[in-house]
């Protein structure tokens, strides 16, 4: 036997992938005077991609060696993202138009499945391939599509292949407050006011504290308490925002970005000031190409006006992973590595981006900062219902007339949001059930529906209202049809990294997929996830079958 045929390396050479002149030209030339640092290498992965519609093998060889890195470091990274497109030697490149077909609770509710087969039959697929993708933040106009950059809200066949025909796949920039427009109105003189000394770091924190403004990522933690604790750690310190809303349901962030973001920016500096960070770091998921846009624009132009000084705002673009919701693994990615959860303590406040002291907010939280300084903690706090504070953005979707972003104050019940906001249930639906925290936050029945929506609220009924994502159900929807939507998501959105998420997802899936509901295998294989798994998605995942099992056994009556 020879083991010598076929051999393409000369003995002198490396083993493994050989570097070819002509890829490293071109990498390089793409690169430009970027910096080679190891925390831009998805940065880079994106450049690429989004130059040659694929990550070719030979390519991936040339930027390990540009940026000094081992092809596996570059390639563990590339293949953790969905987003990027591997492509190996002998492969065939993908399409060069993508459709993404949402998928999640509410697209699937509004006929997503039925869309995608039939975008599936006719298309050329050297031309175009069809996906089916999770949530893609547009709930409010489902069943959402997205054809290369550009969005179609209430998607048909006829209107996707319209798009199609036209080749007009760019993303479609929003009317939105510009930053001479956001000036003419007071923008920006809070943070001057802040950086001459008006307002000093505590009394910031103070003003977050009074209006009872909290991290409304999810978490629900007090603002102004996260400010004080990495206040008084030694620098370097970081900001990091988190705008990877990548929960089935949510598209809150969106909605502001695409129609006020300098509210965000402003917001963003002040926060950084009080801490004395360093720099921001600007997370943003890739679902979100019209964002991305306004937000490079926007960055650019504070800095020609001069308004960012010595700290600057860093845009980081995700690439396709719900993960990198959870901070940890955003901070994770944002340092160029693949997403995955980091164990706590140390929490990232003390030990966080690049090994310093970090704050980390959610886009609305920053959001509402201005509002509260030059309006006063009282008229925030006075803003909500039953003792509490503040408004809340709802993402509100699924059976209801007028699905969107509802600016509505905390504590506000399903039932008064439904009515007073949502204009009521679809014609010919009556009011089941919800979601009152997206994919994770469990399912609520409609007797439930005068429950206050706020934080801890609902953790008597073991759900929780997480990122205020409601989907709203009728008496024409399975549950448990729902339930496996939601599992399904899970499944495909776990990092793997920890045995209790990555099979236990899989486990519960394969079980519902089969119609077993046997509640003592559920609730161990539940027990099992919520005790172990490292980070929230292992330990909530279960929460919408839970949840089935507790408020809906006449499902399984049928």
């Known amino acids: 036997m020879s083991f010598g045929k076929g051999l393409s390396r000369k003995p002198s050479q490396p083993k493994g992938r050989q570097l070819e002149d002509t890829a490293l030209s071109e990498v390089v030339a793409l690169l430009g005077d970027e910096p080679r640092r190891r925390d831009l290498l998805i940065e880079h992965l994106h450049k690429i991609q989004d130059h040659f519609g694929c990550l070719e093998a030979r390519h991936l060889r040339a930027l390990a060696e540009e940026m000094k890195l081992s092809q596996a470091e570059v390639y563990e990274v590339a293949s953790f993202y969905h987003h990027f497109d591997i492509v190996r030697e002998g492969e ?60 179609v809200d209430d998607a048909t066949e006829i209107s996707v292949r319209a798009v199609l025909f036209e080749d007009d796949t760019a993303a479609r920039l929003p009317d939105y ?87 965000l920016l402003e917001g963003a500096l002040i926060a950084a000031h009080a801490i004395s960070a360093a720099r921001v770091y600007l997370y943003m998921r890739d679902e979100y190409p019209a964002v991305l846009y306004i937000l490079k624009t926007e960055i650019e132009a504070l800095r020609a006006a001069g308004i960012i000084t010595d700290i600057d705002i860093e845009l980081r673009r995700g690439a396709g992973a719900y993960i990198c919701g959870e901070e940890s693994a955003m901070i994770e990615s944002i340092e160029g590595k693949r997403g995955l959860p980091r164990h706590r303590p140390p929490f990232i406040a003390q030990v966080g981006l690049f090994g310093r002291p970090t704050l980390n907010h959610n886009v609305e939280t920053l959001f509402w900062i201005r509002d509260i300084v030059e309006k006063g903690p009282d008229w925030f706090a006075s803003q909500g219902r039953r003792d509490h504070k503040g408004f809340r953005s709802f993402s509100v979707s699924g059976r209801v007339k007028e699905p969107g972003v509802k600016l509505a104050p905390a504590g506000i ?138 408020f809906f056994p006449e499902e399984f009556e049928r």
């Not at 004080?228 to 598209?251: A, M, Q, R, S, W």
């Open 92 to 151: 065939d490149k993908p399409a060069p138009v993508t459709v993404r077909v949402c998928d999640s609770v509410t697209c699937a509710l509004k006929g997503a499945d039925a869309l995608a087969a039939a975008l599936q039959n006719g298309v050329d697929p050297a031309r175009v391939r069809i996906q089916k993708v999770p949530c893609i933040g547009r709930c409010n106009t489902a069943p959402a599509v997205q054809v290369g950059k550009r969005a």
């Open 177 to 263: 407050v510009g930053l001479e427009a956001y000036r003419a109105y007071g923008g920006y003189q809070l943070l001057e006011r802040v950086r001459n000394g008006e307002f000093n770091a505590a009394a910031l924190a103070d003003k977050a504290l009074e209006a009872g403004l909290r991290g409304l990522g999810g978490a629900g933690f007090p603002t102004g308490s996260k400010w004080k604790i990495v206040h008084d750690l030694p620098g370097p310190k970081y900001l990091t925002i988190n705008g990877d809303e990548g929960e089935p349901g949510t598209f809150k962030d969106r909605y502001h970005l695409e129609r006020d973001p300098h509210r």
């Open 413 to 550: 019940t399903m039932n008064e949001l439904l009515e007073e906001y949502c204009g009521g249930m679809e014609d010919g639906h009556s009011f089941k059930g919800y979601l009152p925290g997206g994919a994770s936050g469990g399912i609520l029945p409609a007797s439930l529906g005068d429950e206050p929506l706020d934080f801890g609220t609902l953790d008597k009924h073991d759900c929780f209202i997480g990122s205020h994502a409601i989907v709203v159900f009728s008496d024409q929807d399975d549950m448990r049809d729902v339930a496996l939507n939601l599992m399904r998501f899970f499944k495909h959105e776990s990092c793997g990294q920890c045995t209790p998420c990555r099979s236990g997802t899989e486990k519960m899936e394969q079980l519902l997929a089969a119609g077993d509901w046997d509640e003592a295998k559920i609730s161990d294989l539940d027990a099992v996830m919520r005790s172990a798994s490292i980070c929230g998605l292992g330990q909530a995942a279960s929460n919408p079958v839970a949840s089935v099992l507790k």
